[in-house]
């Protein structure tokens, strides 16, 4: 059984109260907990060593990742961060040193982006480092971006550039705080959510949740508007991965970028307001959400089913 494949088992068995507004399937839960004009978010991540890095990844980096990624969601939602806990599971034997290092780059991280770190837990692991983070954030009384809003002809969009993140992208990357909250203040986005295993991954779960019964939406992506970064094109030309460089861009997963939906009338309004409030960070209209079931890829070749597949856990 895959991860997804888990999820899907579990979801349906998960309890739920009149506190939650969107609960598992989103980047993050939405809870309703009583303030006049902002509901809650609230997310969780975990690093886990020889899956997420290397005992001989630098610690910095491996605390910088561990905050990060629960920030990228919150991003996804349109979402300012608060606060966070910590639950660190640690070998026998392990070094102090190298802990507080891991504590000195999360923390550096949570103090650009305002966060509180109020506590945690500890315990042992009987085999490498385990970092867990769970984090609370506030948006706007029914402003959250969700996965579930796009719609057949809407242009699709995805920030920066995807691929080669294992080059160590994925230990250094600047969650899109800013510019999520920026898209949830346009008004014009349909959905959102942010890229972490991949495009070809992540863009069935977006377009699956804005599925309706009945209604199956698919998408047609143009090949040569996917941003491949230039580490994917160096690696696959210097031999360094069996992996084409859009291949890469496709499934390499840990891009940690915001791919999202728009109505075609507004894709250059958005376009131009993101290019003057963002002009350092590329953002690119990579194909259209379509009302027909399936992923397609255009090339010079004409239209073909995506084949590719994101990275999933227990694949």
């Given at each position: 059984m895959t991860e997804f494949e888990l999820i899907a088992k579990l979801k349906p068995l998960l309890p739920t109260n009149d506190f939650v507004v969107t609960g598992a399937g989103d980047d993050c839960a939405v809870l309703e907990l009583g303030a006049a004009d902002r509901q809650t978010l609230f997310k969780t991540d975990a690093i886990v060593e020889g899956v997420h890095f290397t005992a001989e990844t630098e610690p910095e980096r491996i605390g910088h990742?561990?905050?990060?990624?629960?920030?990228?969601?919150?991003?996804?939602?349109?979402?300012?961060?608060?606060?966070?806990?910590v639950t660190l599971?640690?070998?026998?034997?392990?070094?102090?040193?190298?802990?507080?290092?891991?504590?000195?780059?999360?923390?550096?991280l949570a103090a650009r982006n305002q966060v509180a770190v109020v506590g945690g837990e500890t315990t042992t692991s009987p085999g490498g480092l385990l970092l867990?983070?769970?984090?609370?954030?506030?948006?706007?009384r029914g402003g959250a971006l969700l996965r579930s809003g796009a719609q057949a002809g809407d242009a699709i969009f995805v920030s920066g550039e995807l691929g080669g993140s294992i080059a160590g992208r994925h230990l250094d990357f600047e969650p899109r705080l800013a510019e999520g909250r920026w898209l949830a203040a346009s008004g014009l986005v349909h959905a959102l959510m942010d890229v972490s295993d991949g495009l070809a991954g992540d863009l069935p779960h977006l377009l699956a949740a804005s599925s309706q019964p009945g209604t199956v939406l698919?998408?047609?992506?143009?090949?040569?508007?996917?941003?491949?970064?230039?580490?994917a094109k160096l690696r696959a030309r210097e031999g360094d991965t069996a992996k084409p460089a859009i291949v890469a861009a496709l499934t390499d997963g840990e891009d940690f970028e915001l791919l999202f939906t728009v109505a075609s009338r507004d894709a250059v309004k958005l376009l131009d307001g993101w290019k003057a409030e963002f002009p350092g960070v590329p953002l690119s209209c990579i194909g259209r959400v379509t009302s027909q079931a399936g992923i397609f890829l255009r090339d010079e070749r004409g239209l073909r089913p995506l084949t590719?597949?994101?990275y999933e856990h227990f694949a």
């Open positions: 990742k561990a905050l990060a990624r629960c920030l990228s969601d919150i991003a996804a939602m349109g979402g300012t961060p608060v606060a966070a806990v599971a640690l070998p026998k034997g392990y070094d102090p040193e190298r802990v507080l290092a891991i504590y000195r780059g999360l923390n550096a867990n983070v769970a984090l609370l954030g506030t948006v706007p698919g998408a047609d992506l143009l090949k040569a508007a996917i941003p491949i970064s230039r580490i590719t597949k994101g």
